[in-house]
């Protein structure tokens, strides 16, 4: 039941205790009690909003910087990236299994320059950082799940 409540409130973490328990064939409190387990537990962490851009009147910019790193003794890259998750531009960081790059890092700004300025500036200065590679991102079709284009795809996935 809990992985059920958990995509559930993947697509809609809005939904209530009481349609929630309909979907499911229980109570809303008991809804309300396998969530609180599910966040006592920390399976889940927290709770966000999915937003179009587009749509805000403050521009925003995001960027996906790829990392190579000199893991540390002992320690791995797990010191490297604690650090990395402190800033607050820092949306997410990955560590990723193989490839030309060790941490896949998300940030986000008001525009092209600051993002720029934080990975030239603040991030690449970090010890154990041997080089940087940034991708911005142009548009959002998709994130989470969630459509953010307008425009719906029909059910062969062509427009």
Known sequence: MKEQIIKILQQNARI????????????????????????????I???????????????????????????????GFNDIAKTIMMYDEVESVSLMSSGAYDLAVEVKGKDLKEVAFFVSERLATIDGI?????????KKYKEKGIFIDNEEPDERGLY
């Open 130 to 138: 041997l080089s940087t590679s940034t991708h911005f991102i142009l």
């Open 16 to 43: 209530s205790n009481t349609e929630l328990g309909e979907m499911l064939g229980i109570t809303a409190d008991k809804a309300a009690n396998e969530i609180k387990e599910l966040e006592d537990e920390g399976v």
């Open 45 to 75: 962490r927290g709770y966000s909003v999915i937003l179009d851009d587009d749509m805000l009147a403050e521009p925003t910019v995001y960027a996906t910087i790829e990392l190579k790193v000199t893991p540390q003794r002992d320690r």
